[in-house]
């Protein structure tokens, strides 16, 4: 299995940010203490290989080898986060909650082919539809410091868990003597680590309501998903069977989210 990805870029964009993060608490000096709950929701950018053409880098030959699903389209994030102020008054704790859902580019040939001990070979036929979901939970650090007294600079950064949904996969190929072989994700929803990094405006409209203009950066590690054998189909013989080895692929979340947040304080 080959897995390409952007991990030395991550490190440096999460530990930029807790960089940052700790720099507010020297500073902290004067302002309101006070927590906050805010719903937010935005695009959803693909970047790195999960933005990557669907199957553009896989090579699938004769039942095995690697499989890249990667085809996420922009797509949506939503979520809510919870702010403690339980440190001083520029730094706390996040509990974050965020989702996201992103629909498959277009259709693309499954590449590969089946070589047959006769001689000659044969295209796989591909079926892949739906949309990947994800979502995170999310315990991590808080900070502000007022720019002027109506708005605040933020930022933030959080580890927990990333749960993964992904799209419907299958691919199927027809023999010359008429056998008709298939794959399919046997495991199309799993999890892993996941983190979130970023940065954001806060405008002040009241002491207890503000809106918040937010860019983050979520991830995840690569999670694996694994396919069944190639299984014959019902109207032929099933003790043929020309994959002993399941398929599998890693797909690790990577976007950057820019979103719109209304913040109420409690």
């Excluded at 085809?71 to 809510?80: H, Q, V």
Aim: glycine residues 12%; hydrophobic residues 40%.
């Amino acid at each position: 299995m080959r897995f390409k990805s952007d991990n030395n870029n991550m490190r440096r964009i999460f530990f930029c940010t807790v960089l940052t993060v700790a720099a507010f608490a020297v500073q902290a000096q004067g302002m309101d203490k006070g927590h906050h709950i805010e719903f937010y929701g935005g695009a959803s950018f693909p970047v790195g290989n999960f933005g990557k053409p669907l199957f553009g880098s896989s090579h699938f030959e004769n039942g095995e080898g690697t499989l890249d699903f990667h085809g996420a389209k922009l797509g949506a994030s939503y979520g809510l986060v919870a702010d403690f102020y339980v440190i001083n008054d520029y730094i706390g704790i996040l509990i974050n909650v965020n989702a996201g859902t992103h629909s498959l580019q277009a259709a693309a040939t499954y590449p590969g082919k089946y070589f047959f001990p006769s001689g000659g070979t044969a295209e796989w036929t591909t079926s892949a539809s739906g949309s990947w979901h994800s979502i995170q939970a999310l315990l991590g650090i808080t900070a502000r410091y007022p720019v002027v007294d109506w708005m605040l600079f933020t930022g933030r950064a959080a580890i927990g868990y990333s749960h993964f949904v992904v799209p419907f996969f299958s691919a199927s190929i027809t023999t010359p003597n008429g056998y008709v072989y298939s794959n399919t994700l046997t495991t199309p929803s799993k999890g892993g680590f996941g983190y979130l990094a970023g940065v954001g405006l806060q405008f002040c409209i009241t002491s207890a309501f503000g809106i918040h203009l937010r860019s983050d950066y979520c991830g995840s590690s690569a999670i694996s998903f694994k396919g069944d054998k190639a299984a014959v189909s019902e109207i032929y013989d099933k003790n043929q069977d020309i994959n002993k080895t399941p398929f599998e692929f890693r797909e690790a979340l990577q976007t950057v989210n820019i979103n719109i947040g209304l913040s109420l304080a409690f």
